[in-house]
């Protein structure tokens, strides 16, 4: 019998048995389902996650310390001020890199207050942040005029300020064309001090959302606002000449972090080469990234397999109602044996209808498990815009997976075929006399 012929008898027995078939898919439906679900959901999550940890720490380089005897069996010398980086290392770090690697510093200046027109007082806190703390927060203090303070400002320690939406709102009103503006804020233990408004960042919700749970309102929040740090250390000394865990900023995209942590490790060598116990070394946080990925993706096919156990029970189902189908057939069987239809067109016809019978579950099953794809990052979206720090960085983006799909249809038409073999070797061994007999 013609291949196209046996395709046509399968899908009209599937469709003069619609509750059987569907019933028997439900195995396949089911398992292909979970597959697809688990496939997509797992590697939509490891992407997101890639991408939002490669966005935050991407260009951050870390520091930690090491002894440097490892060998040494010697209880070992606690860490002390002395082996920490100095500020004078840092200055020295960012004069010879000359802008390729910035230093992530921000020192606390003290908390201000301004009376605006009304005769209100207004609360700022005010921190000196260099450009690298700049450039590593950039996704909290998301900019809405102006810009950021710049190195420039920085090293000629100018009296600039970036203040939030909601200081504009508190001290000038709503709608204010803040920007450009001087202010006199009154610090503590500092005294009044000038600035000028140079930009304007976002508040997150969850920073006026957190105060408010300490019964804050908003009207009384102390808004952050951040002063070039060469300004701020000018104002008020630090309380330590050492940064014991400094931040290092990679500024040109192109520049690999591995790279990166190479050079920073061989300048910092070289001002420890004499070092006794401890020295700093670094990393990037894509380290963890790749640790991360890689359980998530064991995570993944292990769930998958699990899942796929399912089209087992699935494959047993269709043995089960192609042996019913041979039953109810036998006549059918005996009148093609009795004209002439050999046992391989017998075998290859039923082992078609298996396949069939299968090939339309998955299909079914991957429809759903796109579905589910689509309702979980509907679902993840929603829940995310809860937390509007994370939402504008963090996008839930699940993408189905063609080779999952391809893969799925391929295995569960295997698993169709694999299972109809024994009811098709039946079917084909029937002796034609005693077909057409059987009532």
């Given amino acids: 019998m013609h291949f196209l012929e046996n395709i046509r008898l399968a899908l009209a027995s599937l469709k003069a048995n619609k509750l059987r078939s569907v019933l028997t898919m439900l195995g396949i439906i089911i398992g292909i389902c979970s597959v697809v679900t688990i496939t997509t ?17 991407g260009q951050t380089i870390n520091t930690y310390y090491d002894y440097v005897h490892e060998d040494d069996l010697e209880v070992k010398e606690q860490l002390s001020e002395k082996d920490y980086i100095s500020t004078e290392m840092l200055d020295e770090f960012e004069e010879h890199f000359d802008g390729k690697y910035l230093v992530s510093r921000t020192s606390s200046v003290g908390h201000g207050t301004l009376t605006n027109s009304e005769g209100k007082e207004v609360n700022i806190a005010v921190f000196g942040a260099s450009e690298g703390f700049i450039r590593e927060n950039k996704y ?32 000038f009103g709503k ?4 920007l450009g503006n001087d202010i006199n804020i009154s610090i503590n233990g500092v005294g009044n001090i000038d600035f000028t408004i140079v930009g304007i960042f976002s508040l ?22 951040f002063i070039p740090y060469y300004t701020a250390t000018s104002l008020k000394e630090p309380a330590s000449d050492h940064d014991i865990y400094p ?8 520049t690999d972090s591995k790279k990166a942590i190479d050079e ?16 700093p070394m670094f990393y990037n946080m894509s380290e963890e990234m790749d640790e991360t990925m890689m359980i998530m993706n064991i995570l993944t096919i292990v769930l998958t397999v699990i899942a796929a156990i399912s089209l087992l029970v699935g494959g047993i189902g269709v043995m089960n109602i192609m042996m019913v189908s041979i039953t109810e057939r036998t006549r059918e069987i005996g009148i093609r044996k009795a004209l002439g239809a050999k046992n391989g067109a017998i075998r290859v016809q039923f082992l078609i209808e298996s396949a069939i019978l299968c090939l339309v579950g998955g299909g079914i099953g991957v429809l759903f498990g796109m579905l589910n794809g689509f309702l979980v990052e509907v679902i993840g979206n929603m829940i995310l815009k809860s937390f509007p720090e994370y939402a504008e960085f963090v996008v839930l983006d699940i993408r189905v997976s063609i080779t999952a799909i391809i893969a799925s249809l391929i295995f569960s038409t295997i698993i169709g075929v694999f299972f109809g073999i024994y009811p098709a070797n039946k ?12 009532e």
Avoid at 141 to 162: A, F
């Fill in 41 to 57: 959901i797992g590697n939509s999550l490891k992407d997101t996650l890639n991408s939002a940890l490669n966005m935050l720490t």
């Fill in 175 to 178: 709608n204010y064309k803040a």
């Fill in 264 to 279: 920073i490790q061989a300048f910092f060598d070289s001002k420890y080469r004499n070092a006794k116990y401890w020295k």
């Fill in 427 to 438: 079917a084909a061994k029937l002796d034609p006399i005693d077909a057409l007999r059987y």
């Fill in 204 to 225: 997150s919700d969850s920073y006026i959302k957190y105060n408010a749970e300490k019964g804050k309102s908003r009207d009384q929040l102390a808004t952050p606002a």
């Fill in 140 to 171: 909290f203090y998301k900019l809405l005029e102006g810009r950021y303070p710049t190195i420039e400002d920085n090293n000629g320690k100018k009296h600039t300020i970036l203040v939030s939406d909601l200081f504009v709102e508190q001290y």
């Fill in 247 to 254: 931040t290092f900023v990679i500024c040109d995209n192109k």
